[in-house]
C-alpha cells in the first residue's frame, strides 16, 4: 500500500509546482495486507526514513486521491520503473473512486536501458551516479522525484545531442490487463492455462507484459490487474527495480503466498515455467 505520494510539475524544462504527502494505511481497504501492530517494517522505515510515528496523523489515501489526481490532470506521468508506482495509483482510484487512472506515461528505466545498454544496471541510483546527479534524499517520493526528472532531462539532451531516434521509448499507456481478449476463437480445453486466472508481477526478461498477457488469453486463460481469491496463477518476473520490495517480494507475492497458506489453489510460477507453459523457449 501507499505511504508517500508525490509529484512534480513540469513546464519548459523546470519545476513550477509539488505535491508531497505522508499516507497512513486504512485497514479498511488493505485487509490482508495490513497489520494493526505495524504500518512499515524495519527494511521499509530503514531505507526510506518513514517510521510508524511519521504516519500515526498522516491523512488516509481517501483523504488525498482526488487532490493527486487534480494535480496531476492529464499531464504525462514519468517515473522510473513508473509502471510499479502506476500500478498502486491504479489500484486505488478504482478502489476508492471506480474510475480508471487513465495518464499516458514515460519510463525513465526503460528509456536508460535502450540508450545506455553498458550500465552495470539501471537503478535511479546508479543513472544519477553516472550522469553526475546529485541526490540529497533517497527514497524518499519528492526527492525520486526530482531525481527521476534531472536524469530524465539528461537522456532528452543525450539523444538530441546524439539524434539518437529513442520516440516510441518517450510514451506508453498503463496496461489494463482486463482489457486483453484472445483474438484466437477456438481454445485447448485441456491446457493448464484454460479458464484459469493469471496474474503478473514484475518484469519479464523476454517479452513485454503485454505480449505475454496476450499469449495467456489465446490460450483461453483469464487476466487479472491483482492477486484475488479467484487467481490460479502468479508468474513472477524480476522485481530488481522496484524500490519498495523487501527480499524480492512484492505485494503481489505476499498475498499470493497468504492465499495459498489459507487452502487457495494458486500455483506461484517462475518466469521460466510460464514459458514453459505457453511453449516459448
Do not use: W
Request: proline share 2%; hydrophobic share 35%; net charge negative.
Amino acid at each position: 500500500y501507499i505511504i508517500e505520494l508525490s509529484a512534480i510539475k513540469i513546464k519548459d524544462k523546470t519545476i513550477i509546482d509539488t505535491y508531497s504527502t505522508l499516507v497512513k494505511p486504512d485497514e479498511a481497504l488493505y485487509e490482508d495486507e495490513y497489520s494493526n501492530e505495524y504500518f512499515v517494517d524495519d527494511f521499509i522505515t530503514e531505507l526510506t526514513g518513514i517510521t510508524d510515528e511519521m504516519l500515526e496523523n498522516a491523512p488516509y489515501i481517501s483523504d488525498v486521491l482526488e487532490q493527486f489526481l487534480s494535480f496531476v490532470g492529464d499531464s504525462i506521468i514519468v517515473g522510473h520503473n513508473v509502471n510499479f508506482d502506476i500500478n498502486f495509483i491504479y489500484d486505488d482510484v478504482d478502489r476508492i473512486l471506480d474510475k480508471d487512472f487513465s495518464n499516458d506515461f514515460c519510463d525513465l528505466l526503460r528509456i536508460s536501458r535502450k540508450i545506455f545498454p553498458d550500465f552495470e544496471n539501471h537503478k535511479l541510483s546508479t543513472l544519477a551516479e553516472n550522469f553526475k546527479i546529485k541526490i540529497d534524499r533517497s527514497h524518499r517520493a519528492e526527492d525520486d522525484c526530482i531525481t527521476t526528472f534531472k536524469c530524465f532531462e539528461f537522456c532528452r539532451n543525450y539523444t538530441e545531442k546524439n539524434k539518437i531516434a529513442i520516440g516510441p521509448y518517450y510514451k506508453g499507456k498503463y496496461l489494463d490487463l482486463k482489457e486483453i481478449h484472445a483474438n484466437v476463437t477456438e481454445f485447448d480445453e485441456t491446457h493448464p492455462l484454460y479458464k484459469k486466472n493469471v496474474v503478473f508481477t514484475g518484469t519479464l526478461e523476454k517479452m513485454s507484459r503485454k505480449d505475454a498477457a496476450q499469449i495467456v488469453a489465446n490460450f483461453g486463460g483469464i487476466l487479472q490487474n491483482g492477486v484475488t481469491q479467484k487467481t490460479n496463477f502468479l508468474v513472477l518476473g524480476n522485481n530488481d527495480y522496484c524500490k519498495a520490495i523487501k527480499d524480492g517480494k512484492s505485494s503481489k507475492l505476499k498475498k499470493a503466498e497468504s492465499l495459498i497458506l489459507k487452502g487457495q489453489d494458486l500455483q506461484i510460477i517462475p518466469e521460466d515455467v510460464f514459458y514453459e507453459l505457453i511453449e516459448v523457449e
